[in-house]
């Protein structure tokens, strides 16, 4: 994602070629007039949760948002491209979605960095799979009734319509986070 203002561009763009109205759209997903505006006018990005909601609502997929215009079959990510590019969600995460110019996949991976000192717990669902590894750090994950604790080398599989939500458990955690 070269540059964050083309989530908003994007959503709007196929909010109004489907010829539906804002109202209509925050409807659909549960979220307010004003916070479909907001992404829509590139004022915040939201969550990973919020998006898969507009894509779903939109009768798309997260990766046709996040995508940019170029299609290639093939996407190498360099270790500093990938941190220097990381952008803050409004529920306090830093996120880089991995091979967003790859039209069309079947699925979303992303690197998440969470600070204790940033995250606002939540719990959230939305439709699909969800995959997390950890990759350096500690973090409580709730999936439904059940709490688990997640540090370097622990992965966790499960279906996103259950409530789920992160709490760091070290200063920093780094996890990468796949959505299908």
Do not use: W
């Amino acid at each position: 994602m070269a540059d964050n203002s083309l989530v908003g561009d994007r959503i709007r763009l196929i909010r109004k070629s489907q010829k539906r109205t804002i109202q209509e759209v925050a409807d659909t997903c549960q979220l307010s007039k004003s916070m479909i505006s907001k992404i829509e006018n590139n004022k915040t990005m939201p969550s990973v949760a919020t998006l898969v909601k507009i894509a779903t609502a939109l009768g798309t997929t997260i990766s046709s948002i996040l995508e940019q215009d170029n299609s290639r079959n093939t996407i190498f990510t360099k270790k500093k491209m990938s941190l220097d590019k990381l952008v803050k969600t409004e529920k306090g995460y830093h996120i880089y979605p991995f091979a967003s110019e790859f039209q069309g996949k079947k699925m979303q991976p992303f690197l998440f960095v969470a600070r204790k000192s940033e995250v606002i717990a939540h719990q959230l669902t939305h439709e699909g799979e969800e995959f997390i590894y950890v990759i350096e750090g500690a973090m409580k994950m709730q999936v439904g009734d059940t709490e688990y604790l997640l540090t370097a080398g622990d992965s966790l599989y499960f279906n996103a319509l259950q409530k789920h939500g992160i709490l760091p458990t070290t200063e920093e955690v780094r996890y990468l986070d796949i959505f299908l």
